[in-house]
C-alpha cells in the first residue's frame, strides 16, 4: 500500500537531548514537508522540501533540521535549541503540480520532552 | 499574521442537520483552498478541494463555496453524522511550491 509513515508513534525524551523524528513515504511524491500541531493553533510549517538535497525553512524551523538525501525520506531532528519541543509532529508529501495542492499526511508522532 | 483564519473554534450540531464550518483568508494570491478532516492523534485526512476559478465544489454529503470578493469559503456537510466529529481545518495554496497555510481548525461534534 502506498502512503507515509512516521515512526515512532510516541517518543519520550529528556530536555536537552536532540531527536529524530523519521518520515518515509512510497508515494513517489517530490515534496515533503513536517508541521507541528499544538492545541488551538492550527498546523504550522517547520521545514519543506521539494527536491532532493533541498529544503527550505517554513514558519517556525528555529530549533529544528531536515535532511533530504533520498526522495522518500525526509527526516527531522528537534534540537536542544528548540525551547518548546513537545508538540505533534505531522510529515505530509505532495507532487509538485500548479493547481494541486493536496498533501497527503503520515499518522504523527508525539514527542514529549520533559 | 494569520493569512487562514477559522475563527470558531467549535460547533455542535445534531445529527441529520447541515454543518458549515467557515473559514477566511487575508491573501488574495491564494488559488486553491482544501478541507482537512482530522481526528485526534491521527494525521489529517483530504476532503474536498475547490480552485479560486470556482464558485463552488461539491462531493457527496460535503460542498465547499468560496466566495472571493469577500475572501470566505465554507464547507457544508448535509447531513450531518457523528463520524462527522472531528476538528476540520482549512488551507490555502498559491504559486507552484506546494506549500500550504491553515487555519486554527474548528472542532465539530455531531450529537445523535
Known amino acids: 500500500d502506498g502512503g507515509i509513515t512516521q515512526s515512532p508513534k510516541y517518543l519520550f525524551r529528556k530536555e536537552g537531548q536532540n531527536v529524530t523524528l523519521s518520515c518515509e513515504q512510497n508515494?513517489?511524491?517530490?515534496?515533503m514537508y513536517w508541521y507541528r500541531q499544538d492545541p488551538g493553533q492550527g498546523l504550522r510549517l517547520i521545514y519543506y522540501?521539494?527536491?532532493?538535497?533541498?529544503?527550505q525553512k517554513g514558519d517556525i524551523a528555529e530549533g529544528y533540521s531536515v535532511s533530504r538525501e533520498k526522495k522518500e525520506s525526509f527526516p527531522l531532528t528537534v534540537t536542544s535549541a528548540q525551547k518548546n519541543p513537545t508538540a505533534f509532529y505531522l510529515c505530509?508529501?505532495?507532487?509538485?503540480?500548479?493547481?494541486?495542492?493536496?498533501?497527503?499526511f503520515g499518522p504523527g508522532t508525539r514527542l514529549t520532552v520533559t | 499574521d494569520q493569512q487562514v483564519k477559522q475563527n470558531s473554534p467549535s460547533l455542535s450540531v445534531q445529527e441529520g442537520r447541515i454543518s458549515i464550518l467557515n473559514c477566511d483568508y487575508t491573501?488574495?494570491?491564494?488559488?486553491?483552498f482544501l478541507w482537512y478532516k482530522k481526528y485526534p492523534a491521527e494525521g489529517p485526512t483530504f476532503l474536498i478541494s475547490?480552485?479560486?476559478?470556482?464558485d463552488k465544489n461539491e462531493d457527496g454529503r460535503f460542498t465547499v463555496f468560496l466566495n472571493k470578493s469577500a475572501k470566505h469559503l465554507s464547507l457544508h456537510i448535509v447531513p450531518s453524522q457523528p463520524g462527522d466529529s472531528a476538528v476540520y481545518f482549512c488551507?490555502?495554496?498559491?504559486?507552484?511550491?506546494?506549500?500550504?497555510?491553515f487555519g486554527q481548525g474548528t472542532t465539530l461534534q455531531v450529537k445523535p
Open positions: 505530509a508529501s505532495s507532487i509538485i503540480d500548479r493547481g494541486s495542492y493536496e498533501q497527503y
Open positions: 522540501s521539494q527536491i532532493v538535497n533541498d529544503f
Open positions: 488551507a490555502a495554496g498559491s504559486g507552484n511550491t506546494g506549500k500550504l497555510i
Open positions: 508515494l513517489n511524491h517530490d515534496a
Open positions: 491573501n488574495s494570491m491564494f488559488d486553491y
Open positions: 475547490i480552485s479560486s476559478i470556482k
